[in-house]
């Protein structure tokens, strides 16, 4: 079980950082330890969109892809702790489970 979030870059990014309060739009797919993919926006044809930075997400996120410019790929490896902790989630997620994201960012939107 890890106790920290793991942040990878693996593309940075040469558009707008994301900001606390920002909505950002994102492909994504989690996975468990053993590879099993429980979420993906990929296979939903669809982004993902989402207020970053103020709760509406895991902690893992809203934490792991501060500072994350648009255009970038990211690599979350999440702690329980700041994930669902000790809630069973669907099917695919037991308690205390480490989640792990690899996330595009494809759009950053402020009301600036």
């Known amino acids: 079980m890890m106790n920290e979030l793991i942040i990878e870059?693996?593309?940075?990014g040469e558009g707008k950082a994301a900001v606390?309060?920002?909505l950002i739009t994102?492909?994504?797919?989690?996975?468990?330890l053993d590879g099993t993919v429980f979420d993906s926006s990929?296979?939903?044809s669809k982004p993902f969109q989402c207020v970053i930075?103020?709760?509406?997400?895991?902690?893992?996120?809203?934490?792991?892809i501060m500072g994350m410019c648009v255009g970038g790929k990211r690599k979350?490896?999440?702690?329980?702790?700041?994930a669902y902790g000790e809630r069973q989630i669907g099917e695919h997620i037991t308690p205390n489970s480490d989640l792990y994201f690899e996330i595009e960012l494809l759009e950053v939107l402020t009301r600036d």
Request: glycine letters at 16%.
């Open 76 to 82: 979350l490896s999440v702690p329980a702790h700041l």
């Open 20 to 22: 606390k309060g920002a």
């Open 9 to 12: 870059d693996l593309v940075i």
């Open 42 to 44: 990929h296979r939903k």
């Open 26 to 32: 994102t492909h994504y797919t989690g996975t468990l």
């Open 53 to 64: 930075g103020t709760g509406r997400v895991i902690k893992g996120w809203d934490i792991g």
